[in-house]
């Protein structure tokens, strides 16, 4: 693997990886519509799709090893279907389900990893369109995640900041004490960011590339796991594309 560049900056790591590779592609099996965020442990992937064609918002659960389609949930509801990023909390996973437009509406479902049926959820007066768990708290990203909602578990509004970045986060994940988000740059360029919490401070930032489709890798899904990166950027058929991070420099 090859890196082009380091660039320390004003405190900001950034590294400069458009030609970093994948080492592993998986391709899913079945339809998976328009995906939007995706969450995984040893063995599963969960992954959120939206059937804009007839308003309905699916979870699905793939076979991480080979991408075999295990069993799909609709999670519609009512005029919410746009699902987007989630992330998973000790047995659950936190998706967010929202009308299709800015400024919208959305409900925050808490769903069993194990059964995939409702736990619990809330509302909130705005499009969320991903959702990292975090600590004690969730973080919500509004439509392009130009604001950030924090929330305790009950859905009580704790606090809500801006992006203070350009980057329109489609998927985040808490990972040691940072808010790991992926998303596209203004110039259609995507990149992976580490954000420090709580003050929400970009501290890092990887540029990504494009897959051979011509869809940047950060268009959509993405987790991580130590330093591997999982990202999931292109419909139906889906390709699962899972990178090397490496380590960040001081």
Request: proline fraction near 4%.
């Amino acid at each position: 693997m090859h890196f082009a560049l380091l660039l320390g900056l004003a405190g900001l790591t950034t590294a400069m990886t458009s030609d970093l590779t994948p080492v592993k592609v998986t391709v899913l099996e079945g339809t998976t519509y328009h995906v939007q965020g995706i969450e995984l442990d040893d063995s599963h992937l969960w992954v959120t799709s939206v059937d804009k064609v007839h308003h309905a918002g699916y979870l699905h659960e793939f076979s991480l090893a080979g991408g075999r389609h295990l069993r799909t949930v609709d999670v519609t509801a009512g005029e919410r279907y746009h699902t987007g990023g989630i992330s998973a909390d000790g047995g659950s996973l936190w998706v967010p389900v929202a009308e299709y437009r800015r400024a919208s509406s959305a409900v925050i479902q808490k769903r069993s990893l194990r059964t995939l049926e409702l736990e619990d959820q809330f509302t909130v007066g705005d499009h969320i369109g991903c959702i990292a768990a975090a600590r004690d708290l969730l973080i919500g990203g509004n439509w392009d995640s130009r604001e950030f909602y924090l929330w305790d578990r009950s859905g009580r509004l704790v606090r809500r900041v801006p992006n203070p970045t350009s980057n329109r986060y489609q998927d985040m994940k808490f990972e040691d004490g940072q808010l790991v988000a992926s998303g596209l740059l203004p110039e259609g360029t995507g990149a992976i960011d580490w954000l420090e919490y709580p003050a929400l401070r970009l501290v890092r930032r990887v540029a990504m590339g494009r897959t051979s489709r011509g869809v940047p890798y950060t268009n959509e899904g993405m987790a991580k796991r130590g330093n591997r990166l999982f990202l999931l950027p292109e419909d139906s058929h889906s390709r699962l594309f899972e990178f090397v991070v490496p380590p960040a420099r001081e």
